[in-house]
Each structure stands twice: as structure tokens, then as C-alpha cells.
């Protein structure tokens, strides 16, 4: 018995001494934070507060883990393992699950536009090959990478007290602007929703959430029927398998839902010429080296209107390298606030409050309005009703993918915008 103490001490003390070198004298690894497709867990500061509730040391925790010498190298071994050994759900689609807290997954502001570099879209651009450029015809926006085993979703579980706030801080939002400001709120359900009955056991109903919220919204706010058009489509190619985002389709349907409630004639997608990129691997398998999953990556599809529509900034921009391909596709991704005008002289301006759904709904309801304003509440530090009081003609719109409404920290910093 005594030696097998001796022995768990002078494993256990070699273990330490292990992790000690890999995370306090081996530098930490610089490819991490773009391998993962997040900012690395920073040293904790060490307070009272923080001592006492644990939270110092659930992030210390973190903070040995992100910072591990070789971080790639180990995720890339696993992945590997995982490969080998069919380490994945039988016959579905693989769970992503994110804290109720974390803003990670679609809600962390963008790098800035000269650490990536993009273009803007020209069908003669020959850095990334643009696979498809003519009229959109039937089948348009097709998954032609398909495959069963490079499916990923995120995983959506109701807080009805959360959602409620959500209603209160647009409801704060109608009370503080003028009565001429016609609000509407669109809530995007995401992937999941429409993937089937073996998964409703394990995910809330989205739009029990959509519903819930819309009761508690004033009556004057213009609810947005997404879910009931995505739905409608939902063998379409609407949502990325390997991203939270939805498809620029998926986009297309959503603004067909704007359409009908703002009382707008669409502009229908037989009208627009279709363009595609192969190669996408989206933010939930961003880092993975499964073989099944890379071989099988998504397909950005994107439109542009030829009826003599000007807009004052590009809608699309394209990477100047393949490797950084991604959703920043869509307007070139989040900033804090942007505006842009467009040749429709209607006297009319959108302004919207989003995160990072809009960015692919937007370039379908821009040409509807003669400016568009485009506020993204995580990083806008400014007054939302301050800007509409400078302007006229304004409709209002809120976008947000239905798990914000689980997420307190943005529903602050909503609210935090007014």
C-alpha cells in the first residue's frame, strides 16, 4: 500500500512538473486563437470577488488550457483519434453546446479589415475561384458537398426569463422612439429547429421561444415571420452544416417574411445572378482535421442584383486568401455601426440592430431603401434613438438568431444601446 502512495505522489508530481514546463516555460502556442476561431483565455486577475465565488479559479483553469505549449498539435492528435476511432454521434448530426454566457460563436466582433485582406466581388477576381456565375435556375443554392457525417449543429435550450427581458428591452426600444418609427423584430431560429424529431427531444422549441417573446412585445412592433418561411423550405439548402449562420437562401426566405410584414413588393431571386465559392468550413468545426469533415466543406452562394441598383459600399467582399474564407462574405462582417445609401431616392432608411445574421439578409432588403444604418449593439457604444432623431422615414429593425435570447450579456448590451 505504501508504495503504491509513493508511486501516485511521484506520478502526480511529474504530471505537475509536465504541465508547469508545457504552460510556464514553453511559450504558448500563437496559431491557437485562428486554429480555434476565438480569443485564448487571458490570466485571471485575482480578487476577493472573484476568489470567494470560484470564479478565479474556473478561469485559471481555462487559462492553463488555452495556453498549453503545442495547443494545435494536441486538438490536431485528437482529431485524429477521434477520425480513427468513429468517436461521433451514430447516424446524426455532431452537438455543439455553448454556455448560456458565452458570445462566442457568433458574437464576437470581427478582426478588423486589414489584419484579413478582401476585395471587392468582380466576376473576374481569380484569388478565390468563384465555381458558379449565371442566372439563378431550379435547383439554385444546392449542398453539393453533402455528406451525413460532416453535419454540425447548435444545440438551443429555452430561458424563458431571459427571453422575457428580451421582450422588455425591445419593448424599452418602442417606448423611447417616435410613433412614426414603424419597429419590427425578427428572431432566427437556427439549424436544429428543422432537423427532425429525434432532436426536438434534446433542444427546446424554437418557436415556443419565438411565440413566448411575441406575446410579451408591444402590440405596435411588426413580428417577423421567419420560421414560418424557413420552415416552409426547410429541405432547401438554408442553413450551413458546418456553420451556425443561415445560407444566403436561408437569408433570401427571411427577407421574403420582412417582405410581407413591412408591406413591401420582393424583389424575387429569379432577378439576381447566383455565385458560389466551394471550400467553407464554418464556425462550428472551425479547427476540426477530420477527413470526413474537410473533404465535405459548405458552399457560400451569393447574389447580385443587375437592375441598375448603385449602393454606396460593396455587399460582398471576397478574401484574398482561400484560408480566410468565411460568413465575412456578407458585407465584410461586424463593425460597430456603418451607413450606406443606395440609387432608390425613396426618402426612405432602414435602420437595423443586429448580430451577425443580418449581414446575409441585409444585401436583400437594401435596395427597398434609399440609406440603410447598421448598428451591431456588442461593439456601438453610442444612443440608437439619439441617431433616429436625426433622421426621417425610418423603419427599425431588430435581427438577432433566436439563442441571443438566452445570452444576458447581449441582451445588456441591447439594451445598453438605446
Known sequence: MGDNIRLNIVLSSAALIILFFFVFILPSD???????????????????????????????????????????????????????????????????????????????????????????????????????TGAVSEPFSVDVNFHEDAVFYLRYTENRELAARYAEVLNSYRAAVADDVRMFSLISPVKVEFMGERYRAVNSSQLGTIN???????????????????????????????????????????????????????????????????????????????????????????????????????????????????????????????SFTTSNLNGRTLVVVKDSFANALIPWIAPHYEMIVVIDPRQFFGSVTQILEYLENVDLLFVNYIPATTMPDLIEQLYNAR
Do not use: C
Open 30 to 132: 500563437e496559431n491557437a486563437s485562428e486554429f480555434e476561431n476565438r480569443n485564448m483565455e487571458q490570466f485571471p486577475v485575482l480578487t476577493f470577488e472573484s476568489y470567494l465565488s470560484g470564479e478565479f479559479f474556473k478561469r485559471f483553469e481555462s487559462y492553463l488550457l488555452d495556453n498549453t505549449a503545442m495547443r494545435t498539435s494536441w486538438l490536431t492528435l485528437g482529431h485524429i483519434a477521434e477520425m480513427s476511432y468513429g468517436l461521433r454521434l451514430p447516424g446524426g448530426g455532431a452537438m455543439v453546446d455553448f454556455g448560456g454566457a458565452d458570445l462566442g460563436i457568433g458574437l464576437v466582433p470581427d478582426e478588423p479589415d486589414d489584419v484579413i485582406p478582401f476585395s471587392a466581388f468582380s466576376p473576374g477576381l481569380s484569388e478565390v475561384q468563384v465555381i458558379t
Open 212 to 338: 413566448f417573446i411575441g406575446e410579451l412585445l408591444d402590440e405596435s412592433i411588426v413580428q417577423v415571420d421567419a420560421h414560418g418561411f424557413l420552415e416552409a423550405h426547410f429541405e432547401e439548402y438554408i442553413f450551413f452544416r458546418l456553420d451556425h449562420h443561415w445560407t444566403a437562401l436561408g437569408a433570401y426566405y427571411a427577407y421574403l417574411a420582412f417582405a410581407e410584414a413591412a408591406g413591401i413588393d420582393p424583389i424575387t431571386i429569379e432577378n439576381y445572378t447566383e455565385h458560389a465559392i466551394e471550400g467553407f468550413i464554418g464556425s462550428l468545426a472551425v479547427g476540426t482535421r477530420n477527413r470526413t469533415v474537410l473533404e465535405n466543406p459548405d458552399t457560400i452562394y451569393f447574389y447580385t442584383l443587375d437592375d441598375g441598383t448603385e449602393f454606396s459600399i460593396d455587399m460582398f467582399v471576397i478574401p484574398t486568401e482561400f484560408s480566410a474564407l468565411s460568413y465575412r462574405v456578407f458585407l465584410g462582417g461586424d463593425r460597430a455601426i456603418y
